[in-house]
């Protein structure tokens, strides 16, 4: 068994991307096509095939992910409490935050991927609205924060912008919408709409709605408090789902949902980072911000 291999694979299915991973990796894409293929020779089974966005897992390759997660889990579980226990490295906690949908897109993917490097740092993340967001790095409960409006209601809160996070509308396979290969953003928001979040002016998806309204109304069939939950009731076809992309791309891919394409009309949202000004960071908190700074142009 070459736990490198696995740990690679493992990496790769995450971003479903061969070059995505080698860029965070800092290796040449054919050196990790090259172990990615010599796994594949270890155990005699085709993981993935490519596709022309990444690579799609075969069967086996979906197989084989689930048996190696709990063993790389267990492993990093060991590495932390040996070292700990002989003496070395100690562990760290530092608590992040973001609004509801980054918190279950983004910020998980930011802080897997800064663990693999910084593997002696906790990360504990907190979730919630832009209010709670801000009180909790005024009290110190939070060093850094991603949020979604550069406005705050304090003037000790410093924000700098970061990406732009592309948003998606989806249906059921099935739907008659998603037969047209372009829907006009008419026809969008003729349809009812199944959000993220609350009906509140901070809402960041209804902000975005009445940027784009051009006359319509738009109709919310429902808010839920989780992705999952948007996801259930554009199932049973409660209306179209308006979601962050990567948190439906794995269904888009298994073709459970078709992805819209709207014309004339780029669905996104602006995010931006948070944390005090007059409050120095901690040097792990440092270390966080570096990293997702030198992120901010990284997609997945």
Same mark, same amino acid.
């Given at each position: 068994m070459n736990l490198n291999r696995i740990r690679l694979f493992s990496i790769v299915a995450s971003y479903s991307s061969v070059t995505k991973a080698s860029q965070v990796l800092h290796v040449s894409q054919s050196s990790l096509s090259h172990q990615l293929s010599l796994l594949q020779k270890d155990y005699g089974v085709t993981l993935y095939k490519t596709t022309g966005h990444g690579i799609e897992l075969t069967a086996e390759g979906r197989q084989f992910l689930a048996g190696i997660e709990p063993l790389l889990e267990g492993l990093e579980r060991f590495e932390r409490e040996f070292r700990r226990r002989s003496g070395g490295e100690e562990l760290e906690s530092l608590s992040i935050a973001g609004t509801y949908g980054l918190s279950a897109s983004l910020l998980p993917s930011l802080a897997a991927d800064f663990q693999k490097t910084h593997s002696h740092v906790q990360i504990s993340l907190r979730t919630g609205n832009q209010s709670a967001i801000e009180q909790f790095v005024l009290e110190g409960k939070v060093e850094?924060?991603? #949020?979604?409006?550069?406005?705050?209601?304090?003037?000790? !809160?410093?924000?700098?912008?970061?990406?732009?996070?592309?948003?998606?509308?989806?249906?059921? #396979?099935?739907?008659? !919408?998603? @037969?047209? @290969?372009?829907?006009?953003?008419?026809?969008?928001?003729?349809?009812? *709409?199944?959000?993220?979040?609350?009906?509140?002016?901070?809402?960041?998806?209804? @902000? =975005? *709605?009445?940027? =784009?309204?051009?006359?319509?109304?738009?109709?919310?069939?429902?808010?839920?408090?989780?992705?999952?939950?948007?996801?259930?009731?554009?199932?049973?076809?409660?209306?179209?789902?308006?979601?962050?992309?990567?948190? #439906? =791309?794995?269904?888009?891919?298994?073709?459970?949902?078709?992805? *819209?394409?709207?014309?004339?009309?780029?669905?996104? !949202?602006?995010?931006? #980072? =948070?944390?005090?000004?007059?409050?120095? !960071?901690?040097?792990?908190?440092?270390?966080?911000?570096?990293?997702?700074?030198?992120?901010?142009?990284?997609?997945?």
């Open positions: 850094i924060a991603v #949020i979604t409006s550069p406005r705050t209601r304090s003037a000790a !809160l410093a924000t700098e912008p970061y990406r732009e996070e592309p948003f998606a509308a989806f249906v059921p #396979i099935h739907h008659p !919408l998603a @037969r047209k @290969r372009t829907v006009t953003v008419s026809e969008l928001l003729r349809e009812p *709409l199944v959000l993220r979040g609350s009906p509140t002016p901070e809402n960041t998806i209804e @902000r =975005m *709605l009445r940027e =784009m309204e051009k006359g319509y109304r738009p109709k919310v069939a429902a808010f839920y408090d989780s992705a999952d939950a948007v996801k259930v009731a554009v199932r049973k076809n409660t209306g179209v789902g308006l979601l962050y992309k990567d948190t #439906i =791309m794995h269904e888009a891919r298994k073709r459970e949902f078709k992805i *819209l394409k709207i014309e004339d009309l780029k669905l996104s !949202l602006n995010t931006f #980072i =948070m944390y005090h000004k007059d409050r120095p !960071l901690s040097a792990k908190a440092k270390l966080f911000l570096d990293f997702v700074r030198r992120r901010k142009h990284t997609h997945r």
